[in-house]
């Protein structure tokens, strides 16, 4: 036996949903929209299209990440702080801080807010190359990138080899006097 359901006035408004029941207050267009579709709806759309696109500020900031990133691989890659105890025999965690700190020891800001040590400052034996505490204070910047930068890219003060080629081979000197030169017209 198939059952059918009523419909009487009553029947039809207990289906209703309490929205639908509602009635739009204020001019007849805003009643008009609110019957084609919910609010909700068209305001959360205008919202994903609009408001969610990234400034100019936002989309720079994200084309530097990818660059740092793109820089970094270039480089070799990076260890880690535990491949870095590993690589030089053991030492504890406060005593890489403390490198640095001091400048001998090369971090950039890694994953998860934890540093990564870029791997064109170590040696075929697992130590670090002479000479980066140096450099830094000869470039004149803290920014971990900018040495990143001015070590792995060819310098034409260097007869267009890398600055980081020349510290491996204790060649200190010369790659001095290119980061102190390093930004100056006509150097």
Do not use: C
């Not at 994200?62 to 025999?89: F, S």
């Not at 064109?120 to 990143?148: E, H, M, T, Y």
């Not at 510290?167 to 006097?177: N, P, S």
């Amino acid at each position: 036996m198939v059952q059918t359901t009523q419909n009487t006035p009553k029947a039809e408004k207990a289906r209703q949903s309490p929205a639908a029941k509602a009635k739009p207050r204020g001019n007849t267009n805003a009643r008009a929209i609110a019957k084609r579709q919910p609010v909700h709806k068209t305001a959360a759309t205008a919202v994903a299209k609009e408001a969610y696109q990234p400034d100019a500020r936002a989309l720079a900031l994200l084309r530097g990440v990818e660059i740092a990133q793109q820089d970094l691989r270039e480089a070799g890659g990076a260890y880690t702080l535990e491949q870095v105890r590993l690589l030089l025999q053991g030492i504890s965690r406060q005593a890489v801080d403390k490198r640095v700190q001091d400048g001998s020891l090369l971090a950039v800001p890694g994953p998860g807010n934890r540093r990564a040590y870029p791997t064109i400052q170590f040696l075929n034996d697992g130590s670090i190359v002479a000479g980066l505490k140096a450099v830094r204070q000869a470039l004149g910047s803290a920014n971990p990138w900018f040495l990143l930068n001015f070590l792995s890219r060819p310098d034409e003060r260097l007869n267009g080899k890398k600055p980081i080629e020349l510290l491996h081979r204790g060649e200190t000197d010369a790659v001095l006097e290119a980061a102190r030169l390093n930004g100056l017209q006509g150097a």
